[in-house]
């Protein structure tokens, strides 16, 4: 089956870090490219959206300038967090899915726990 | 009114029972519909997925859409306490869209 592999799974950082977490693809090419945030016990939250080569499309309220994100082949997606600040800290989960739509599913890594002190 | 309505739950069976989720939903243009399963501190794993109206089954897992009520089930047969997680609905129209979730339904199967 399709997997994703995102890394690193857990970081623990102090205020005012930018922090690196990277999403691949290792079976399939990712033409798309998702990243969510999850809080506890709630549903996962769309941050953006990234086409490989293209800009993101960032949901509303989420803050281009303040997550980065940068899909710069059809298998590797990063996602920083720049000068996290304790507010940022969350679970973050991207998502990739072959192809530009149609009769595909979308496969999920399994998330980095970003705690900001 | 919310895109996707899921009730969250919890929900607690024991083992062996059949489970029944269902998630309705407002967008008559969704065609895609989805079930993730989630343990804790873990990513969305795909368990079904369909396209439009229909069943689909998958050893002890079986998908039901029904477009014409805009409701769609997911059944577990014979549930293990390995089932226990939480399980999300999502689903999307055509073309290059992103996913739209339900909140999720907690699951536990009791041994």
């Known amino acids: 089956g399709a997997v994703v592999s995102q890394h690193p799974s857990r970081v623990i950082c102090k205020s005012g870090t930018s922090v690196k977490i990277e999403c691949r693809s290792l079976?399939?090419?990712?033409?798309?490219m998702f990243w969510y945030r999850q809080f506890p016990k709630q549903s996962l939250m769309l941050m953006a959206t990234?086409?490989?080569?293209?800009?993101?499309?960032?949901e509303q309220g989420v803050e281009k300038d303040k997550f980065l994100i940068n899909h710069a082949s059809l298998t590797l997606s990063t996602l920083t967090v720049t000068s996290a600040h304790p507010e940022d800290s969350s679970f973050y989960i991207c998502?990739?899915?072959?192809?530009?739509?149609?009769?595909?599913?979308?496969?999920f890594g399994d998330g980095t726990r970003l705690s900001i002190l | 009114q919310k895109e996707v309505e899921q009730d969250p739950g919890p929900l607690s069976v024991p083992e062996g029972a059949i489970v029944s989720l269902n998630c309705t939903y407002s967008?008559?243009?969704?065609?895609?519909f989805m079930w993730y399963r989630q343990y804790s501190r873990k990513g969305p794993e795909l368990l079904m997925y369909?396209?439009?109206?229909g069943n689909k089954e998958d050893g002890r897992f079986t998908a039901q859409v029904d477009k014409s009520s805009k409701y769609i089930s997911l059944f577990i047969r014979d549930s293990q306490p390995s089932d226990s997680a939480t399980y999300l609905c999502?689903?999307?129209?055509?073309?290059?869209?992103?996913?739209?979730f339900g909140k999720g339904t907690r699951l536990s199967v009791i041994a």
């Open positions: 079976d399939f090419q990712a033409t798309t």
């Open positions: 369909t396209y439009s109206s």
């Open positions: 998502s990739a899915r072959e192809g530009g739509g149609g009769y595909q599913p979308q496969h």
């Open positions: 999502a689903m999307r129209n055509s073309g290059n869209t992103p996913l739209v």
């Open positions: 967008n008559s243009a969704f065609q895609y």
């Open positions: 990234s086409n490989e080569g293209s800009k993101a499309t960032y």
